[in-house]
C-alpha cells in the first residue's frame, strides 16, 4: 500500500501540527491577569457607586432648581 492520494482524517498528524500552528498564529493576544484586590473593590463598591450616583443627582437637581428661579426673574 501506497500512501499516495489517501484523503486526510481529523486523526491525521500532519493536519493536527499545521492546524495546532494555524491556531496559535490567530490567538495571540493580550494576556488577561486576574487581580484579587480589583476585584475585591469591585464587589464591595457597589454601595459607595450608588451613594455617589444619588449624591450627583441630587447636586443636579438644586443646579437646574437655582437655574429655574434665576431665569423666574
Do not use: N, S, W
Amino acid at each position: 500500500g501506497t500512501l499516495v492520494g489517501r484523503p486526510r482524517g481529523p486523526d491525521d498528524d500532519l493536519a493536527t501540527t499545521r492546524y495546532v500552528a494555524k491556531h496559535k498564529r490567530k490567538t495571540k493576544g493580550e494576556e488577561i491577569v486576574f487581580d484579587p484586590a480589583a476585584h475585591r473593590d469591585f464587589i464591595t463598591g457597589f454601595r459607595k457607586r450608588k451613594q455617589q450616583r444619588r449624591k450627583d443627582a441630587l447636586a443636579q437637581i438644586k443646579e437646574k432648581e437655582r437655574a429655574a428661579r434665576l431665569q423666574e426673574r
